[in-house]
């Protein structure tokens, strides 16, 4: 396993993470969202030549833009993008709605990358309001994929949640981006932090707007903030995820206490008011602009990897 990094020289750094497809949205919803994996291939590289040191991926079943657990998929473009780009690549062990625990961890262990997500806790994900928006489908397997989640519950039990930090964490050195949708998660986070399966500087994705997670409100992210503090001290790295409309001001408003962002089309289509984003570079430019206009520098995969104590590109599967 990888051993804790002497303190980063860029501790003041904004790390800006890309998520460029993910297990939400479906084709009918955007052209741009990425799906087949040449496409995510282009767009990953993109938003890391837009600033992106973290690009977050999934992948799509190249014929119908579902998500899908394969590794085969992943393997062809993984490689692609780390020979075109510098940037961490970070492996989703979410999945999406329908994959098992086993589905889930196919690719990571596979690819035994230098990060992946790993959500902190069990939890109902509801994503079928989305289903109400649309009359008209690309295909047959989006609407009830969306609207089957009012009786869904994600899984990631305590013992799932060792599981991953042993098989990805001890014997592959991959460390996490800890995704926590609640304060109960910081709680489950602390709990593994105190029996030593997870070790400083570890990285807390804070994330709002989830139907079934914490809301979206100024005051969450303080106090979800706060609490890390409280739990944590100087042992952690933050960053923050908020789901459509509220992408950019939550980011901003991170950016200003701190912290480090993540945007991209897993997490909202959109680039503005009513107006669907091209790519996701288009976003990575935006938080680009507001984190530099605010008198802030971004991270560079470099020092992101410092940062975040990861084991290097060179060390990876792929």
């Not at 993984?78 to 989703?92: E, F, G, M, R, W």
């Not at 930090?165 to 460390?175: A, F, N, S, V, Y």
């Amino acid at each position: 396993m990888t051993s804790p990094a002497k303190k980063s020289s860029a501790p003041g750094k904004v790390i800006v993470t890309c998520a460029v497809t993910g297990g939400i949205h479906t084709p009918t919803m955007s052209e741009a969202l990425p799906w087949r994996p040449e496409d995510i291939a282009a767009q990953a590289i993109e938003a890391a030549e837009a600033g992106a040191a973290i690009l977050h991926l999934h992948a799509r079943d190249p014929e119908t833009g579902r998500p899908t657990p394969d590794p085969d998929v992943f393997m062809r473009f993984l490689p692609q993008i780390k020979q075109a780009s510098d940037a961490v690549l970070n492996i989703t062990t979410g999945g999406s709605l329908d994959m098992t625990v086993e589905q889930r961890l196919a690719a990571p262990l596979r690819a035994a990358p230098e990060m992946c997500s790993l959500n902190m806790g069990s939890m109902n994900f509801g994503i079928f309001p989305l289903a109400d928006r649309y009359t008209k489908w690309k295909f047959p397997w989006e609407e009830p994929y969306l609207r089957g989640t009012d009786d869904f519950i994600f899984r990631n039990t305590f013992r799932d949640i060792e599981r991953i930090l042993k098989m990805l964490g001890e014997d592959h050195g991959t460390r996490f981006e800890h995704e926590c949708y609640d304060v109960g998660h910081l709680y489950t986070l602390a709990h593994f932090v105190d029996r030593g399966l997870v070790k400083p500087p570890f990285f807390v994705q804070m994330i709002f707007g989830i139907l079934g997670g914490i809301g979206a409100e100024p005051d969450n992210l303080l106090f979800m903030k706060r609490t890390a503090d409280r739990l944590f001290g100087d042992d952690y790295r933050w960053s923050v995820l908020a789901a459509g409309r509220h992408q950019i001001p939550f980011c901003t408003q991170a950016a200003m206490l701190g912290g480090s962002v993540r945007v991209g089309l897993e997490d909202s289509l959109h680039i503005g008011r009513g107006r669907l984003a091209a790519s996701n570079a288009e976003q990575v430019t935006k938080i680009r602009r507001i984190v530099e206009e605010l008198g802030l520098e971004i991270a560079t995969p470099a020092e992101a990897r410092e940062m975040l104590a990861l084991k290097g590109g060179d060390r990876v599967a792929f």
